[in-house]
RNA sequence: GUGGUUGUAGCUCAGUUGGUUAGAGCGCCUGAUUGUGGUUCAGGAGGUCGUCGGUUCGAGACCGAUCUUCCACCCCA
């Protein structure tokens, strides 16, 4: 026990029946991915240092995992900077790659390398996992997959409309009902920074206006203030708790706040245009909600900020998340290059449809049937017959030892095979195989075609 | 990174103010039943009590460190 091994903190083993879940997961969002048009890619689970350092945010660089360069990597530390012992300083000559942190500043870092192969409008998925190095807590690993379709090289807003069809078509297909697409616009948020004066502290506006729901009121205030935004510009923000209403009636009130700011009209503007075409168009099990405290991720949308919540009474955070970034390619280098996509937090996504007892039984299937083994001569004829069934397309396995009955009939039953196969002499003897219903216990001598056929 | 919390058999958990050989249920193995599983009955295996150190005549229990779990911050899928 002493020396039992162990994996580190915020990961995780998957067994047979959650890999089975977890790609019933994926095939579903990669389904759906494929028939709004995206194309898969794949990137490096580790990247240069400097392409993902300060993309993130201090708080982002923090949790990024760096990997130490190989070799005696202390040796080109200068005994100075050793003495100083500044972290970060020293960070940056030892360690030169980092894993990646999420999917789009590495996709990003894509488009720009690839530029001239790529065919734009270029719309990409990709699902791997990503790292961060925090403390794990439910629905927070430091391992996880991130299922991301973006679109770039279009300023289209048709295409936040499909991006939020597409959400809506995901959690439809996982039978996922009741989930709240939310939706916030960049321009909109600094708008009313710059409305009530706070153009220059956005960030920290918006960081604490996002905890509206969860604070309350009077801390969100008390945080503006801490944070050095105006007692004024605080009042001017009154309208802004008390919003309420369904999108209309919402972006009737903001246009009041913002209207004398060009940059929030415009964050309107493409909000009502998302929002009247998917009210033309509809949605099957989601709904599309503005949320004007939604701020997450902002260190690089421009417009559109997507958020989904699962459906209510499940306590879980975001299940996914997105949102329009103008400048993205811009970091590295490439101008004029917007682009808008959405992510698909896998794990959570699991969690809440374990929660809700969402997966399909079949997705526990392996085997259809399974042969008893009662010896050489019995195996061979059962691994001829064992042939045809898998050419027809039947998961077939036979038990490899001719173990006891008992054992064997155990081990059908533990993994929920629902045939079993008896060959014995008598059998042999008739051409004949003995198939047993494992459910009802039903049992009878039969050709194998009438085998095949009681299969299918 | 800050504050708190958890750890006893494969699993879920008991274990009194520190006191012999640490228990239960479920699961597992064997047999009743050498070609018939799920039910029943009988028997059996399995724990250096997360790890390391300390206090004590004596530690699963008390103290410290560390790892892990979960939670609240921070931030986020």
Redesign the pocket.
């Known amino acids: ?4 091994p ?6 995780r083993d998957f067994n047979p029946e959650q890999v089975a879940k977890r790609n019933y997961i994926f095939s579903t969002i990669q389904n759906q991915f494929e028939k709004f048009g995206f194309q898969p890619i794949e990137t490096p689970s580790f990247e240069n240092s400097e392409t993902l350092m300060g993309k ?2 201090d ?2 660089d ?2 990024i995992f760096k990997i130490l360069n190989s070799g005696d990597y202390l040796s080109k530390v200068e005994n100075s900077l050793f003495k100083e012992k500044d972290s970060n300083k020293i960070t940056q000559i030892i360690s030169e790659k980092a894993l990646r942190y ?1 999917l789009t500043v590495p996709f990003a870092r894509y488009v720009v390398q690839h530029q001239n192969e790529i065919e734009f409008p270029f719309k990409r998925y990709q699902m791997q996992p990503v790292w ?1 190095a ?9 391992e ?1 997959y ?1 299922c991301d379709a973006d679109v770039v090289g279009s300023t289209s807003l048709w295409q936040e409309v499909e991006l939020v069809q597409l959400y809506d078509a995901v959690f439809t297909a996982l039978g996922l009902n009741g989930t709240t697409i939310k939706i916030n616009n960049r321009k909109i948020l600094s708008g009313i920074a710059e409305v009530i004066g706070a153009s220059d502290k956005l960030i920290d506006f918006t ?1 604490a206006l ?2 509206l729901d ?2 309350g009121e009077e801390k969100v205030k008390q ?1 503006m203030l801490d944070k050095g935004i105006s007692q004024s510009g605080i009042e001017r923000l009154q309208p802004l708790f008390t919003l309420s209403g369904d999108f209309g009636s919402q972006i009737k009130e903001l246009k009041a706040i913002l209207n004398a700011s060009e940059d929030g009209k415009k964050g309107i503007e493409e909000l009502e245009f998302i929002d009247n075409a998917i009210s033309e168009l509809g949605l099957q099990t989601a709904r599309l909600q503005l949320d004007v405290t939604l ?5 690089y949308y421009t417009g559109a900020i997507f ?2 919540a699962a459906p209510e009474g499940v ?1 879980m ?5 997105g949102g329009r970034y103008d400048d993205l390619t811009g970091i590295f280098g490439m101008k004029d290059m917007s682009g808008v996509g959405i ?3 896998l ?3 699991y969690l809440v449809l374990e929660e809700l007892d969402l997966f399909p039984v079949t997705v526990n299937k392996n085997i259809d049937v399974l042969f008893i083994n ?1 010896g050489d001569k019995e195996a061979l004829y059962s691994l001829k017959a064992i042939k045809i069934l898998r050419d027809k397309g039947f998961n077939t396995e036979l038990y490899p030892d001719a173990a ?4 064997q ?2 081990h ?3 993994r929920n095979i629902p045939f ?1 196969v ?7 003897s008739k051409d004949a195989f ?1 198939l ?8 009878s001598e039969v050709t194998l075609d009438t085998l095949i056929s009681t299969l299918t």
């Open positions: 026990m002493a020396q039992k162990s994996i580190p903190k915020g990961t993130y945010g708080e982002g923090r949790l999420d961060r925090d403390r794990p807590q439910k629905g927070r690993f430091r996880f991130q960081v996002d905890k969860k604070i945080e701020a997450r991720g902002l260190n958020e989904v306590n955070g975001s299940i996914g998340g992510s698909f937090g794990d959570r996504i009662f006891k009955m008992k054992k009939m155990n059908a039953n533990k079993v008896l060959v014995g002499e008598q059998e042999m003995t047993k219903n494992m459910i009802s216990g039903e049992q």
